[in-house]
């Protein structure tokens, strides 16, 4: 957990909005080694039955990885952890003095916040390498603020903009709030700065050297 500092001199973040989520969702990642198994098998099934059609075997291969990704993607998509634009709730903004939900009828000002938790999983289709599932995108977000009020927010991080915009939210409460902030990334949640889990200890270290 890192509270932020008290410098006024940022100017790295626009306003933006993003999608909301009903609360009855979950925000686990449900990705596993099963979806690409049943992929990879059924591709196989569509290959051999193939086989006797057509002979070049460089077609076959291009037909079984086109199956494949195909079937990767596909099978990622029906899997109840995939939020699609369509099942959103609502809008949920962000700038440099507030945070409104289009749900709710007031608004949460950065002055007024003591304390975030915010649990989440990159963004929308986010792979980072080889053997990494395919992130979901999903976060809840829990604030506290200064008079006990307590809110909490689920929503969807779509696409690598959005996620962009999201970590530009982030350093600004870093920057220019007192605001203890606690983050657990990834589809492990483990413990996260600036929406990742993944960055060097010495990455770590100049950031929050630049933000305190």
């Keep these: 957990m890192l509270r932020g500092g008290n410098s006024v001199n940022y100017r790295g973040m626009k ?5 909301i989520v009903d609360n009855s969702i979950s925000i686990k990642n449900n990705d596993g080694i099963g979806r690409k198994f049943l992929a990879g098998l059924i591709s196989i099934a569509i290959m051999l039955g193939l086989v006797g059609f057509i002979k070049n075997v460089m077609v ?15 099978f990622r998509m029906i899997q109840k ?15 440099e003095v507030e945070i409104s939900a289009s749900i709710f009828q ?21 792979i980072s390498g080889k053997g990494d ?10 604030i506290l603020e200064n008079n006990g009020q307590q809110v909490r927010l689920k929503f969807i991080v779509f696409n690598k903009q959005e996620f962009q915009d999201l970590t530009a939210f982030f350093e600004l409460l870093y920057s220019n709030f007192k605001i203890d902030i606690e983050e657990k990334i990834g589809s492990k949640q483990g413990v996260g700065f600036l929406l990742r889990n993944d960055r060097s200890f010495k990455d770590i270290q100049e950031l929050k050297q630049k933000f305190n």
């Design 81 to 95: 952890d995939w939020v699609k634009r369509k099942d959103t709730t609502g809008t949920l903004n962000f700038n």
């Design 106 to 126: 007031t608004n949460t000002k950065l002055n007024n916040i003591s304390h975030i938790k915010i649990t989440g999983d990159y963004y929308q289709g986010y």
């Design 60 to 74: 076959c291969a291009i037909i079984f990885f086109a199956c494949l990704y195909t079937f990767f993607k596909l």
């Design 133 to 142: 599932v395919t992130h979901n995108g999903l976060y809840e977000m829990e």
């Design 15 to 19: 306003e933006f909005s993003l999608n």
